[in-house]
Each structure stands twice: as C-alpha cells, then as structure tokens.
C-alpha cells in the first residue's frame, strides 16, 4: 500500500508540475494548435477531390491527422533532456543515494506530465481542430476505453525511450543532439507526418513492428474504430509488449550506465 502510494504521489507531481506554469501551457497550447492545423490542412488538400487514401474516407484522413498528432502531444517528453542535464550538472549524484529509483520516479512523473497535457493543451486543441476540419468521432464508449488505454502506453513507450536516449549521457555527458533525432524520427514513424497506411509497402511492413507506431499511429486508428476486435487486441498487445520490453532495456542500461558515471558540476 505503501509503494502504491508513492508511485501515486510521483505521477500527481508530474501532473502539478504542469498545472502550475501557465504561461507555458498556453505557449504549448499555441504551438500545438499551429503543429495541428498545419498537418490537418496539408492532408485535406492531398485528399481533396479524392476518393480517400489507402483505405480512409477524406473525413477519416482528416480527422487521422489530428488525432495523430494529438497523441504526439501527450506522448511527447522531454525526459531525456532532463536525465541529461541531470547528469551534466551533477544532480544524478544526489539522484542515485534516494531511496526512489530514479528509473521508476521519472516514468511515473511523465504519466503525469502526459495527464496533464491531455487536459490542458489536447483536449482544447481536439475540439477547436474538430470544429475546424472535417471530422469522425468514435461512435462505441468501448472505443473511448480503447483510446485511452492505448495513449497510456504510448506515454510509457516515448518516456522509455527517451529514457534510453538520456542513460547516454552517462558517456557523453550531452544528449541534445540525440534528442532532436529521436523526436524527427519519432514524428515521421510514429505516422505523425505520414499516416501509415500511406507509407511505401516496404516501410510501412516494418514500421508497424518498431515502437513508434505504437505512439501515434495506433491511438488514432482506434479513434477511427478502424480495427475489430483481433486487431484491437493485436494493437494493443504490440503496445504493451513495447512497454514491457523497453522496460526490461531500460533496466538494463541505467544498471550499466551507473559502472560509467562521471559527475560534473557541483
């Protein structure tokens, strides 16, 4: 009862965290709104005068393109800047003699972090897109379920990972550069930019494997409720396998990357 308690109170500092700087929720409000806008209206002028693109109807292409990036929003983490730092000042030190696991402490405060930015900065982005753009919701509560569940695990796949980007710090002592090519990457397979269905065969057979797809693409295609029961299971299974296994490398490396720490800073 104890731990369960804790980790609560981790993932409730996250999510204060966020609530309280106001200024940057509206900034985040702001630059997502543009990032939203912009995706929506490229994708309808693809579609425009089309039947569809690879198996969506133009409201269903539409609405794809901003759910996907919706989930990019709540998914996003700057996680691996913040270990990075961490590192490079000196901090990690004083980390590594609390008696929380920094491992667990950061996962469970980016749930909250991504709690709170589904509320502040998706949810009015969502229903400003959607009165813009043309627009499908979910017709089943069980989808709304669905949904939900799905963007849970895509906030612990990108935090995980993002986790791994910042463990190498622990060599480099700067993972900024990383930083930025995990997030383009993470944008271009997560089907953020490009819907999947719309990537080349070759691409798109390999790309529903890797964790990225699970960041984006996913949430959206069970917001459109284009998958039956199997493929919900599937795509939800293929998720919670990312999760288990980028945990079990998370592990991994942070019990390796302490053997090749070197602190800086006070």
């Not at 709540?74 to 491992?103: F, M, N, W």
Request: net charge positive; proline share 4%; charged share 10%.
């Amino acid at each position: 009862m104890m731990r369960a308690q804790v980790w609560w109170a981790c993932v409730r500092l996250g999510a204060l965290h966020r609530f309280a700087y106001r200024m940057e929720v509206l900034s985040a409000v702001v630059s997502a709104a543009v990032v939203v806008f912009l995706n929506a209206s490229v994708w309808n002028a693809v579609v425009d005068g089309r039947p569809g693109l690879a198996g969506l109807s133009p409201v269903e292409v539409s609405t794809y393109a901003v759910i996907a990036w919706i989930a990019t929003i709540v998914s996003a983490t700057r996680l691996d800047e913040i270990l990075g730092a961490r590192v490079r000042d000196g901090q990690i030190a004083t980390d590594l003699i609390k008696p929380l696991d920094l491992h667990l402490w950061l996962i469970l405060r980016d749930l909250g972090r991504a709690g709170a930015s589904a509320a502040l900065t998706a949810a009015p982005v969502l229903v400003l897109a959607a009165s813009v753009f043309p627009f499908v919701w979910p017709s089943r509560v069980g989808s709304w379920l669905w949904v939900a569940l799905s963007m849970v695990l895509a906030t612990l796949i990108g935090g995980q990972l993002a986790f791994l980007i910042g463990l190498v710090a622990f060599r480099l002592k700067n993972v900024s550069g990383l930083a930025h090519f995990k997030a383009s990457a993470t944008a271009v397979l997560s089907g953020a930019v490009v819907p999947v269905q719309a990537m080349p065969d070759a691409l798109r057979d390999v790309v529903v494997w890797l964790p990225f797809q699970g960041m984006s693409h996913t949430p959206a295609m069970l917001f459109l409720e284009q998958l039956d029961g199997a493929g919900v299971t599937r795509a939800l299974g293929v998720q919670a396998a990312w999760v288990v296994g980028l945990f079990l490398a998370c592990r991994w490396s942070w019990a390796r990357a302490i053997d090749h720490l070197t602190v800086q800073g006070g």
